[in-house]
């Protein structure tokens, strides 16, 4: 993420803050082993939750493991009580993707949420999960 925003803008988690109380990492293998992605879920309050640190390998995009990860995470926050997910994105041409990726599984812009404040490189968004959790996509299926 250094490499394509700000150091002030970039909210991804380090390596040592995947693991403590509330927050569940998920990866996403093939069937040798190989990683495909990677998501987090940390849990902001009893019925609110935020998507961190959702990533899918360069060599997998375009294999619908991204909507793979996103659907599990989501399921995952419906069976945990929530009833909304939130997250936090960057706005260059690089994140496109997973603009388009949130969009569809019915992400709505929303202000900054939690710690968040307005910054010019972040977009962030909400999804309301009263509804349930998408389908999920082609793909590996992720691994807790």
Request: charged residues 20%; hydrophobic residues 40%; neutral net charge.
């Amino acid at each position: 993420m250094y490499a394509t925003s700000p150091a002030e803008s970039v909210h991804a988690l380090d390596p040592a803050s995947l693991v403590g109380p509330g927050l569940t990492f998920w990866t996403a293998r093939d069937a040798t082993g190989a990683l495909l992605g990677c998501a987090a879920l940390k849990q902001l309050a009893a019925d609110d939750a935020e998507l961190k640190s959702m990533r899918t390998a360069g060599a997998a995009r375009g294999r619908g493991v991204g909507g793979a990860l996103l659907a599990h995470v989501l399921a995952e926050a419906v069976a945990r009580g929530c009833r909304t997910v939130h997250l936090e994105t960057g706005t260059q041409e690089y994140f496109a993707p997973a603009r388009r990726l949130y969009a569809r599984a019915g992400f709505v812009e929303c202000p900054p949420f939690g710690d968040y404040v307005e910054d010019p490189h972040s977009v962030f968004y909400r999804r309301d999960l009263q509804g349930g959790a998408p389908t999920p996509g082609r793909g590996a299926a992720p691994h807790g």
